[in-house]
């Protein structure tokens, strides 16, 4: 059998596979669920300060080649996620990735600090959420650096940044954050987009704009990815559209360590994870 484990940073993943923030929510039961199915990481959904609803529904759009998504972060209070976590932590025999946001610096600096005394082995650093007021901090090199840097020196726990597409040059922001501390990158979050019903004349999403994830995003990840693997020397997640063990060899190839499943786990169930594990192994 071909041995397909990998290291990110000082953890060992028995597979490259990882899943990604967002879609399993935060329940220590559903994400031990997927860790026991195969993944070889599993990543929260983001963790606030506070308890926040997120966007009126509707929140999520089928598009012929890939979801449309506006949730907005929701999230229940800080305790009860950090109790989740502890639990998940606790029991999962794969490392967890504990992904949070803030609305400022500040808040970043508390999640992680109250996040980081349940000691997940990563935290993952949402500076690229598209479906928030403005444009996400992502967006500008100095703010993800000030949030990276401050983040880092509040744990010591190892610290990924999370970028977005929706900027002109995604590698800048790779170079600024890891100039800031980060451990690792993972790139790409959702590419902002918008669907319209045209009986309606009404856009589809109550938040009007959402992140579109799936098939569609591949091509616009492999190339972020090959592009921020120019030009930074951390490891890099590489996120978006991977649906198969061939998609995460290409990602692979483009110079991520690791490949963060998403969108497929809604179209194909847990058992996405195994598959692609032995699609990567047939083609070692
Ligand atoms: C959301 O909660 O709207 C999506 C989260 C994200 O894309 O970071």
């Known amino acids: 059998m071909v041995d397909i484990s990998t290291r990110l940073l000082k953890k060992r993943l028995k597979n490259p596979t990882i899943l990604t923030s967002g879609i399993l929510g935060i329940s220590s039961s559903t994400l031990l669920r997927v860790a026991n199915s195969g993944a070889g990481a599993v990543t929260t959904k983001?963790?606030?300060p506070r308890r926040r609803e997120g966007h009126k529904n509707p929140v999520v759009v089928e598009t012929p080649c890939g979801l449309?998504?506006?949730i907005g972060l929701s999230c229940p209070p800080l305790g009860e996620s950090i109790e989740e976590l502890k639990d998940l932590v606790k029991k999962s025999r794969v490392p967890v990735i504990a992904s949070?946001?803030?609305r400022n610096v500040e808040e970043f600096v508390e999640v992680a600090e109250k996040i980081s005394r349940v000691k997940p082995d990563f935290l993952e650093l949402n500076v690229s959420c598209p479906n928030i007021e403005g444009k996400p901090f992502g967006v500008n090199a100095e703010i993800s650096a000030r949030i990276t840097e401050m983040v880092k020196d509040s744990t010591d726990i190892s610290v990924i940044v999370?970028?977005?597409?929706?900027?002109?040059d995604i590698a800048e922001i790779a170079k600024a954050v890891e100039g800031a501390g980060a451990d690792a990158i993972s790139a790409i979050n959702s590419c902002s987009g918008m669907a319209i019903n045209i009986e309606t004349s009404r856009p589809i999403l109550a938040n009007k704009f959402g992140g579109l994830s799936g098939p569609a995003i591949k091509p616009i990840a492999v190339r972020c990815v090959y592009e921020i693997y120019e030009d930074v020397d951390i490891p890099i997640i590489g996120i978006g559209g991977i649906q198969s063990g061939r998609?995460?060899?290409?990602?692979?190839?483009a110079g991520?360590?690791?490949v963060g499943i998403g969108t497929a786990?809604?179209?194909h169930g847990i058992e996405i994870f195994t598959?692609?594990?032995s699609e990567i192994e047939k083609f070692m």
């Open 46 to 48: 983001s963790i606030g």
């Open 68 to 70: 449309l998504n506006a």
């Open 100 to 102: 949070i946001y803030g």
């Open 162 to 168: 999370k970028l977005t597409p929706n900027v002109s």
């Open 247 to 253: 998609d995460a060899i290409e990602m692979m190839m």
């Open 256 to 258: 991520a360590s690791a």
């Open 265 to 267: 786990v809604m179209n």
């Open 275 to 277: 598959r692609i594990c």
